[in-house]
């Protein structure tokens, strides 16, 4: 898949952890036109380097994927330049990544505290130690997702610039800096000055929940693409109804409260498939927090799937939400 063709169909689904594994991957590319479905591109959860680097059984789990939620970008993320390199050249050698990312941007405490993620841009040397390393080592597209900076120092610009020297073919830039995590707005005219700053495509990232947010994103940032976050944490079909809206100008409705269920109940039985019943019960809950947000009775409705222990539990509050 060449940069070119990526930027055909120009949103993006975000990597979140714990959020997009394979089984919503494919529930997001389900619900996109099969028009435009064919070149979607979705990022994975970040995955570890030094985990592939040592062969650990659950990280190398996280790097499978299936044909019906291909292409795929691996995210991953890791602080040593050696390892971080043949992390990389043994996903490419999978042969089912479209794309190979780093993660420049993850704020969680865990991550930081191991010099990983958002702290490297604290390091802007070790940056690109890093990126060349994985450049050399990978054919196929390379790409970056960093935030703003790590505190008020924004320094973006900065790591971009150091990005687009290492050879990186595209940059994903959510509008805030890690001390902010997800408070505040994002501020695209942040990403605006990286966009202006380099050559290579450049994604916005922050604060895209519907139409007008998508409109006003592009104008001010320039962007060649637009990624989406936590808007599609139990909204799985925004990413399709977007990217419509942006190819054709069409504003598709929301599903409705049937259609809703049936999406909720697809992804539960993904779920399943991929992860086994018991794993499955524990993440749906998570995922149906958000899936029943603003719905009638929704708290009621979070409480029956937290106590909810088997599949038939999980059954009767699906069609407890159809009668409702």
């Given at each position: 898949?060449?940069?070119?063709?990526?930027?055909?169909?120009?949103?993006?689904?975000?990597?979140?952890?714990?959020?997009?594994?394979?089984?919503?991957?494919?529930?997001?590319?389900?619900?996109?036109?099969?028009?435009?479905?064919?070149?979607?591109?979705?990022?994975?959860?970040?995955?570890?380097?030094?985990?592939?680097?040592?062969?650990?059984?659950?990280?190398?789990?996280?790097?499978?994927?299936?044909?019906?939620?291909?292409?795929?970008?691996?995210?991953?993320?890791?602080?040593?330049?050696?390892?971080?390199?043949?992390?990389a050249k043994y996903v490419e050698e999978l042969g089912t990544a479209a794309v190979i990312d780093f993660n420049l941007g993850c704020p969680a405490p865990k991550i930081v505290k191991n010099g990983e993620g958002s702290a490297l841009t604290q390091n802007p040397k070790l940056v690109g130690e890093i990126l060349s390393a994985i450049r050399k080592a990978v054919k196929i597209p390379f790409s970056i997702k960093i935030r703003l900076g790590f505190d008020e120092n924004i320094n973006a610009v900065e790591i971009a610039k150091i990005a687009e020297n290492c050879g990186?073919?595209?940059?994903?830039?959510?509008?805030?800096?890690?001390?902010?995590?997800?408070?505040?707005?994002?501020?695209?005219?942040?990403?605006?000055?990286?966009?202006?700053?380099?050559?290579?495509?450049?994604?916005?990232?922050?604060?895209?929940?519907?139409?007008?947010?998508?409109?006003?994103?592009?104008?001010?940032?320039?962007?060649?693409?637009?990624?989406?976050?936590?808007?599609?944490?139990?909204?799985?079909?925004?990413?399709?109804?977007?990217?419509?809206?942006?190819?054709?100008?069409?504003?598709?409705?929301?599903?409705?409260?049937?259609?809703?269920?049936?999406?909720?109940?697809?992804?539960?039985?993904?779920?399943?498939?991929?992860?086994?019943?018991?794993?499955?019960?524990?993440?749906?809950?998570?995922?149906?927090?958000?899936?029943?947000?603003?719905?009638?009775?929704?708290?009621?409705?979070?409480?029956?799937?937290?106590?909810?222990?088997?599949?038939?539990?999980?059954?009767?509050?699906?069609?407890?939400?159809?009668?409702?």
């Amino acid at each position: 898949m060449t940069v070119e063709e990526i930027f055909k169909t120009p949103i993006f689904l975000a990597p979140m952890a714990g959020v997009t594994d394979s089984a919503f991957r494919i529930i997001v590319r389900e619900l996109v036109d099969e028009t435009y479905r064919k070149n979607l591109l979705m990022f994975s959860e970040m995955v570890s380097c030094n985990g592939i680097h040592y062969r650990n059984e659950k990280t190398l789990e996280m790097l499978k994927t299936s044909v019906g939620e291909r292409p795929v970008a691996i995210q991953l993320f890791g602080s040593n330049p050696e390892i971080c390199a043949t992390a990389a050249k043994y996903v490419e050698e999978l042969g089912t990544a479209a794309v190979i990312d780093f993660n420049l941007g993850c704020p969680a405490p865990k991550i930081v505290k191991n010099g990983e993620g958002s702290a490297l841009t604290q390091n802007p040397k070790l940056v690109g130690e890093i990126l060349s390393a994985i450049r050399k080592a990978v054919k196929i597209p390379f790409s970056i997702k960093i935030r703003l900076g790590f505190d008020e120092n924004i320094n973006a610009v900065e790591i971009a610039k150091i990005a687009e020297n290492c050879g990186v073919d595209f940059i994903a830039v959510h509008g805030r800096t890690r001390q902010q995590f997800y408070s505040g707005e994002a501020n695209w005219y942040e990403i605006a000055k990286v966009k202006a700053a380099v050559k290579i495509p450049v994604i916005a990232n922050g604060d895209v929940k519907n139409f007008d947010s998508l409109d006003k994103i592009f104008e001010i940032t320039k962007a060649e693409g637009v990624m989406v976050g936590r808007a599609a944490q139990g909204n799985p079909w925004i990413i399709g109804a977007l990217l419509k809206y942006f190819l054709t100008g069409e504003k598709v409705s929301p599903p409705n409260l049937n259609e809703r269920v049936e999406i909720m109940k697809r992804h539960f039985e993904k779920l399943i498939e991929c992860k086994g019943e018991n794993v499955a019960i524990r993440e749906m809950r998570a995922h149906a927090a958000w899936y029943t947000k603003g719905l009638k009775g929704g708290a009621e409705l979070r409480k029956n799937f937290n106590c909810a222990e088997n599949i038939p539990d999980f059954e009767k509050v699906f069609d407890k939400i159809k009668n409702s």
